[in-house]
């Protein structure tokens, strides 16, 4: 079955920043929730740490470094496909352009030709306000990538923290 398009392709790149915004809240949130927690506990340690809190305090370093790696990786593997996509947009557009100014240049009379610098005029900002859409949804869409590993490790962390984990 083939894919449709959403309608409201406009709207798209606002959903994408808004839920990367909320993304972005939650993980804070949830990062101070577990930076309080381990704080905390480093404070009660003191500079005797049980076993306990030793394995805490060194999976608190190795998820940090993991978290960055995965993030980074998930956004280099993003921008890869990046640059095609962004191409195929721009010669689109270029050759939609080019389209048009033929079709404009070929036209029969003085009148058809300023109804038709109207209409290219027209079809040109839409085709560049989509454009622009898509580039924008686009550049979210990497960032929800890098954000997910780091959004993971810090929601699980404080769930798990908050269990007494």
Request: glycine content about 6%; charged content about 20%; hydrophobic content about 45%.
């Amino acid at each position: 079955m083939k894919r449709r398009k959403p309608r409201f392709s406009i709207a798209n790149p606002f959903l994408t920043w808004t839920s990367l915004a909320l993304k972005t809240s939650e993980m804070m949130l949830a990062s101070a929730q577990v930076i309080s927690h381990r704080t905390s506990r480093m404070v009660l340690a003191g500079i005797n740490p049980s076993a306990r809190d030793r394995r805490e305090f060194t999976l608190m370093g190795q998820e940090k470094i993991e978290a960055a790696t995965e993030s980074i990786q998930a956004m280099a593997t993003r921008m890869m496909v990046l640059p095609m996509q962004l191409s195929g947009l721009l010669f689109r557009q270029m050759m939609n352009g080019a389209s048009s100014m033929s079709a404009l240049a070929l036209g029969p009379a003085a009148v058809l030709s300023a109804k038709g610098q109207m209409t290219l005029m027209q079809d040109t900002l839409a085709r560049s306000t989509t454009m622009a859409t898509q580039v924008s949804g686009s550049l979210a869409r990497l960032v929800q990538h890098g954000i997910k590993p780091i959004h993971s490790r810090a929601t699980s962390n404080a769930e798990r923290l908050l269990k007494g984990g």
